[in-house]
């Protein structure tokens, strides 16, 4: 099946400073989705974006369908940005199940 | 509703003991997902529902697992005869269509099964 790698595993910053998170999936997609999973378990949908580019706020994404690659960038961080956050993707004629990377833990530190 | 709801919250079992999990989907969402994510663990699927059939089962780890969907709405899963290493939180996602594809899911806020 689809293999799908997050990088960095971890991330420790100070409040303000900028990180790219970055995914790379082993075959094409239909479907590819971003979610932040806070400190207390519940995930959140950050962005549905199977190709292109996508702004909400100081967070935004890019994925590179051809060259099987993902980014998020979130600028200008804040203590509540941290947590846990996931790549999950459709694999192109596969069924519709996402399948999830192991995640990247980002701690925010005033 | 206006989110994903499931329930129990918790649940402590013993071991051997059948459980079952409930999940009340977004109104109007026509896909659901239940995936298994155990502790610091990423998110590991289990299976998919459009509608009432379930045309991906993949992911279900023995035949101690099954789950179903009633009138296109909430769907339970049951875990028979549990294990220590069914401990875990049950995840529950919906979402809409958007033409041949998957839309963006919206994650329940889990089932904590613990078994002793």
């Known amino acids: 099946g689809i293999q799908v790698e997050q990088s960095p595993p971890d991330l420790i910053l100070q409040e303000g400073a900028n990180s790219t998170l970055r995914c790379n999936f082993s075959?094409?997609?239909?479907?590819l989705q971003w979610f932040h999973q806070n400190p207390w378990g519940q995930l959140i949908n950050l962005f549905y974006?199977?190709?292109g580019t996508k702004q909400n706020g100081r967070l935004s994404a890019t994925t590179v369908a051809t060259e099987r690659y993902s980014l998020l960038y979130i600028s200008s961080s804040q203590t509540t940005d941290s947590g846990v956050y996931f790549c999950a993707v459709g694999a192109q004629g596969g069924s519709e199940k996402l399948v999830f990377g192991k995640g990247m833990k980002l701690t925010v530190n005033p | 509703g206006a989110g994903v709801s499931q329930s129990p919250s918790n649940k402590v079992t013993e071991k051997g003991k059948d459980v079952e999990l409930r999940c009340d989907p977004i109104?109007?969402?026509?896909?659901l997902y239940w995936y298994r994510q155990s502790l610091g663990q990423g998110l590991e699927f289990l299976i998919y529902f459009q509608g009432n059939s379930a045309p991906d089962k993949s992911g279900l780890p023995s035949d101690r697992f099954s789950a179903e969907r009633t009138g296109g709405s909430v769907s339970t899963l049951t875990i028979q005869r549990t294990q220590q290493e069914d401990s875990a939180v049950y995840l529950c996602?919906?979402?809409?269509?958007?033409?041949?594809?998957?839309?963006?899911?919206?994650f329940g806020e889990g089932s904590r099964l613990t078994v002793l």
């Open positions: 109104s109007g969402h026509t896909a």
């Open positions: 075959d094409s997609v239909n479907n």
């Open positions: 996602a919906s979402s809409s269509r958007d033409g041949a594809n998957t839309g963006e899911l919206f």
């Open positions: 974006i199977p190709s």
